[in-house]
Every structure is written in C-alpha cells, then in structure tokens.
C-alpha cells in the first residue's frame, strides 16, 4: 500500500519558519517527481514546488519563490518544504504529492501526480 506521510505543520507568527516532511513508502518511488500543493480555505488545490529525482531540477510557485526551498533525500524517499519568511496568505493545508515515471518537474497540475498525502495544516498568525 502506497503511503505518503507528511508532518511538520503547525502554528507560526508571520515572518517565522517551518518545515515539512513528507515520508514515501509502500512502493519505490525511484526516479519519479514529487512535489508540495496546498489548500487554503475555500479556494482551489494550488502548486507549491516540486523536485525531480536528482534533485537538480526544481520548480517554484511565484508566491513561495525565494521563500520556500524543496528538497529530497533519495536514500529515505522522504522530501522536504523548508518554508521561510512565512506570511498570513500561506496559511492552507499542504500535501506532499508523487508523480509517476513521466511526470515532470516543471508541471503544476494536480492531475500530473498520482499519489497523494493526507495533509498537515500550517497556520500563520499575523
């Protein structure tokens, strides 16, 4: 069974740091993209970032650019979102995402990923 685990959300003042993990495992994920998405309250699921599988190759949401770095760690299947510089408009619930063989780095869609995380809430208190 196909699990991915996220934690690392929670409360942070604006201007504060956070970081997310995302824990993959029930399968190998060896050489696919993953990625980060979230959900504020009443709008649509919206990229974040996503890493192909070297790590080389990254792409940013224009809102997090600068703010949030993506990363992985191969041998753990895990990846991360260290969110720095945090505002209010941050505040959603954010999912970890993994794609398949041919899902690249630079796509934003949901519907490019094929599994997904439960979700972990970050809230940003101005």
């Known amino acids: 069974q196909v699990q991915l685990v996220e934690s690392g959300g929670g409360l942070v003042q604006a201007g504060g740091s956070l970081r997310l993990s995302c824990a993959a495992s029930g399968r190998t994920f060896r050489g696919v993209t993953m990625g980060w998405f979230r959900r504020a309250p009443g709008k649509e699921r919206e990229f974040v970032a996503a890493i192909n599988w070297s790590g080389v190759g990254t792409n940013y949401a224009d809102s997090v650019k600068g703010r949030f770095t993506i990363s992985r760690d191969i041998a753990k299947f895990t990846q991360y979102l260290q969110m720095n510089s945090l505002k209010p408009e941050d505040t959603a619930v954010y999912y970890c995402?993994?794609?398949?063989?041919?899902?690249?780095?630079?796509?934003?869609?949901?519907?490019?990923?094929?599994?997904w995380g439960q979700g972990t809430q970050v809230t940003v208190s101005s």
């Open positions: 995402a993994a794609g398949s063989l041919t899902t690249n780095y630079l796509a934003t869609s949901p519907d490019a990923y094929d599994y």
